[in-house]
């Protein structure tokens, strides 16, 4: 949707597609353009185009700047309400997206959201081989939305999952449809090492109420009262946090509450802190799990759909608590720092995960994927 916006979505696929594009001609194409570039550096040799320009001084090519402006702040109408970006959509994508899909000279097109994978099954030419990623789990859309994915879905040639359970769900929802389970990557480099010694824990992820760090800052008063040296860092940007600055300031942790903003070297940070926590109301995959691994961070997370428990083994490398139950996870951050030789237990055995989710081996997957749609 936006090659700028910092989230997983957009760093998992600049990561796949500079793998790909070992072995064949890769284009990312972002449907808006909100910065002058985008958030992650763009792999070589892969190429990036955008259809709607958005940033401020710009003027989208081959339209009068009133009626381009017009059918900007005009909604969509091509996209159900209820697609949970929905706000991003308007009159004007309505007009590129089809046109660019239609002119696709492609053998093979990857879309990364409900909207844009319902939109590929009505309007990619048929030699295209159609393939719908899926970056949330099915329960998260709302009825509407749902209702579209079960009626265009069955067009695609093929539908992707972060997660076994969501694989099966999408089977039972349009069977017929192949279905394929395929992470999100990890990047093939050295990653910095946390030596456990930092009192501090992370969190990483948008500032949005589906993250639940308002949920880790109640669990992270239970740590402050018994562990005051303790500090909590979290990284990312979103429109929550003012709302969670006051959250912390209520609950008297103000010197040990913290919020980052986004960073640019994420895997840096990690490495400063001593142990992940991941409070999520729901989550699809959880790069940050991976990534934290990678540094030898035991992560602590909610057992929320979907994502987590396939990646963290409770007990191995990290620890799963109930579901928005800020009691439970703040109960599970003191354990592993009460227990340190617990916590580097979890920290040494980390990395051995990571590498299972390995970019190149997510890569090899996608290649299957292909060869068995020719």
Request: overall charge positive; some cysteine; proline content about 7%.
């Amino acid at each position: 949707m936006d090659a700028a916006a910092l989230d997983g979505t957009v760093r998992s696929t600049f990561t796949l597609a500079g793998e790909l594009a070992r072995t064949h001609d890769v284009e990312i194409v972002s449907v808006l353009r909100t910065a002058d570039s985008p958030a992650f550096p763009l792999p070589d040799p892969v190429r990036l185009q955008h259809l709607v320009d958005v940033r401020d001084d710009a003027r989208p090519a081959r339209l009068r700047p009133g009626r381009a402006r017009r059918l900007h702040e005009a909604p969509s109408t091509l996209v159900h309400p209820e697609e949970r970006s929905y706000r991003f959509y308007s009159a004007l994508t309505d007009e590129r997206i089809p046109r660019a899909m239609r002119r696709l000279r492609a053998d093979v097109l990857v879309t990364t959201r409900a909207g844009l994978n319902i939109a590929a099954a009505r309007f990619a030419p048929p030699h295209v081989t159609r393939i719908g990623q899926e970056h949330l789990h099915l329960g998260i859309h709302e009825p509407g939305i749902r209702a579209e994915i079960e009626r265009w879905y069955p067009k695609l040639d093929a539908v992707t999952t972060l997660t076994e359970t969501d694989r099966d769900d999408y089977e039972r929802l349009i069977p017929g449809t192949p279905v394929r389970t395929l992470r999100n990557g990890l990047p093939d480099r050295v990653y910095p090492r946390s030596r456990q010694e930092n009192k501090v824990v992370a969190a990483a992820g948008r500032l949005a109420w589906i993250k639940g760090h308002d949920l880790l800052i109640t669990a992270f008063a239970r740590v402050a009262e018994k562990h005051p040296e303790w500090t909590l860092r979290i990284y990312g940007k979103g429109d929550r946090g003012e709302r969670l600055r006051r959250h912390a300031t209520r609950l008297g942790l103000y010197n040990n509450v913290m919020l980052m903003g986004p960073s640019d070297d994420i895997e840096g940070e990690f490495a400063k802190a001593s142990i992940l926590a991941v409070p999520s109301r729901a989550e699809a995959f959880g790069m940050a799990i991976v990534e934290g691994f990678a540094c030898g961070l035991p992560a602590v997370a909610f057992d929320c759909p979907r994502g987590p428990r396939e990646i963290i083994t409770h007990g191995h490398d990290g620890l799963l608590v109930p579901p928005e139950d800020p009691a439970a996870l703040g109960d599970a951050l003191v354990r592993l720092i009460d227990d340190e030789r617990l916590r580097r237990r979890m920290a040494a055995a980390a990395p051995g995960t990571a590498r299972r989710h390995s970019v190149r081996s997510v890569a090899a997957g996608w290649e299957d994927l292909l060869a068995s749609l020719r």
